[in-house]
């Protein structure tokens, strides 16, 4: 299957896409058409595991790809998830459910792509005939860069170097990716927030005299974030096989459409959801939920995407972002994919900051998704209530999502769909909030509170959390955004 830009200027294989990340023209690939998965496919699919779901919609896209190598990197990656199911849906009462997608090695959801992606890169690079190493340069607003380091760790052939904004992660987080192991990573705390190191990484990609530099070094960049459409693939298949386990359930039957609430920062979980529609999928509303940052609500709402405004630091940190990469990918399909007027958009992005869409834009955009936001004190509230009423502790994101799925039953009390709240982060990955949230005490040490938090719910403590505490920190280097790329030549000198 062939892969285009957002900007119009090229077109590639999947392979290829995966490899490049970002297109030269400074666009987003996106397939150039969406496979469809009809409802013999579905029900084929019934009897599946995770990972068989997986390589079934994966090769859709990657049709280059050896389907049962694709089964068995599915079957590896998803077979370090803690429980069976690497994507449970727990049912909480009729007509609610939360999808738990952070049983992955880092506890997050971007183990869902990222345990998979180090296969559809390496086997891209063999198959595009790609000689050279490759550097996975990541920009992370906490979660990311834990689970690309994981991903990759000790990958042949493949070197990954995270930067984290200096304050913009939860201590967990940075804690979580100072003690990486593995040979082939590096961690580098930036100044500034999300959108510095995103905005950092983005230059550095677009530059030919670093590319030039890195290739006298036998280096090529690829990408980890969202913008690459490696990691965006793996994120459709559990919005199909949530479908599906909804009709083995008989909770649903084929046809009935299902609501999602999305906890949204770089508008990448949602825009799979709205994919896995495109494809075929009989979804319903899909429920954008922001905090405290809500550019994405003001824009649903108004049409004006504005970036002047104050960058906000929450207690939802993978969600502090103002310049969300993939919502470009959703102004193509609303504009007919019309290239010159997606990159006109971004122009103006990049120029002034800001770019607003026609009324018949907005229309269509409104069609497509419903948003809302919820300040902090609306964010705990939505945990405790959810606690108290459900017995179900959920981290800060999906609390987020928790308020905003209120808001929508409060603005459309008719809409009788079956809804699921995408849980996106292990509670105990911020766990003085979590504490906090279910019982308004506050703990300043993480382990000790991790300990409360665990005789308080009963939720199980992941290894992957309670390890950390004995491991050496690795990494406590941090550089301004101007030195970034001296540090990444540093490393791949090394
Ligand atoms: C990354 C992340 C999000 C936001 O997902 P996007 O795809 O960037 O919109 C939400 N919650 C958690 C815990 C995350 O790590």
């Not at 469809?36 to 084929?44: E, K, R």
């Not at 760790?153 to 070197?159: H, V």
């Not at 459709?236 to 299902?258: A, C, M, N, R, W």
Request: glycine share 8%.
């Amino acid at each position: 299957m062939y892969f285009v830009s957002t900007r119009g200027k090229e077109r590639v294989i999947g392979s290829e896409a995966v490899v490049k990340g970002l297109a030269a023209d400074g666009g987003l690939f996106v397939p150039e058409t969406f496979p469809t998965v009809t409802a013999g496919d579905i029900n084929a699919m019934r009897s599946m595991s995770y990972a068989e779901r997986a390589a079934e919609i994966l090769h859709r896209f990657f049709d280059e790809y050896d389907k049962a190598e694709l089964l068995a990197a599915c079957k590896a990656a998803y077979g370090q998830f803690e429980r069976g199911d690497a994507a449970p849906l727990v049912k909480i009462k009729d007509g609610l459910y939360v999808l738990e997608l952070f049983h992955g090695p880092t506890c997050a959801f971007k183990d869902m792509a990222l345990t998979v992606l180090p296969y559809l890169l390496r086997k891209g690079c063999d198959l595009c005939g790609i000689k050279e190493k490759v550097l996975v340069l990541v920009a992370t607003s906490g979660d990311t860069g834990k689970a690309a380091l994981e991903g990759f760790k000790n990958a042949e052939g493949i070197d990954v170097m995270v930067l984290y904004p200096e304050d913009g992660v939860s201590k967990m987080q940075k804690l979580q990716m100072c003690t990486q192991e593995g040979s082939n990573v590096n961690v580098l705390a930036v100044s500034g927030n999300f959108d510095d190191c995103q905005r950092t990484v983005k230059t550095i990609f677009s530059s030919k005299e670093y590319a030039e530099q890195l290739a006298k070094e036998g280096y090529r960049l690829s990408s980890a974030n969202s913008i690459n459409f490696g990691r965006l693939a793996p994120q459709i298949v559990y919005y199909f096989s949530t479908y599906i386990d909804l009709l083995t359930g008989k909770q649903i039957e084929y046809g009935d459409p299902v609501n999602f609430t999305v906890p949204t920062g770089n508008f990448g979980d949602i825009l799979a959801a709205y994919y896995a529609k495109r494809m075929g999928l009989p979804l319903g509303k899909l429920i954008c939920a922001s905090n405290r940052n809500h550019i994405l609500t003001d824009f649903f709402q108004s049409g004006v995407y504005d970036t002047h405004r104050e960058f906000i630091k929450t207690m939802s940190p993978s969600m502090d972002i103002l310049v969300s990469s993939n919502l470009e990918r959703l102004l193509y399909e609303i504009t007919d994919r019309n290239a010159e007027r997606t990159a006109e958009l971004m122009r103006s992005l990049s120029q002034s900051g800001k770019y607003e869409v026609t009324p018949g834009e907005l229309a269509r955009l409104q069609g497509e998704i419903w948003a809302g936001f919820a300040g902090e004190d609306e964010t705990i509230e939505a945990m405790y209530d959810f606690f108290s009423e459900n017995g179900y502790t959920a981290d800060t994101h999906t609390g987020v999502a928790l308020y905003v799925q209120g808001l929508y039953k409060d603005a459309f009390p008719r809409d009788k769909n079956e809804s699921v709240i995408v849980s996106t982060a292990n509670p105990y990955k911020f766990p003085q909030d979590v504490y906090y949230a279910v019982t308004g005490n506050d703990i300043k040490d993480s382990f000790k509170c991790i300990k409360r938090l665990n005789q308080e719910t009963a939720m199980p403590v992941p290894k992957a959390i309670s390890r950390l505490r004995d491991k050496p920190l690795r990494f406590k280097k941090s550089a301004p955004a101007s030195k970034v790329f001296d540090e990444v030549l540093a490393f791949v000198k090394r």
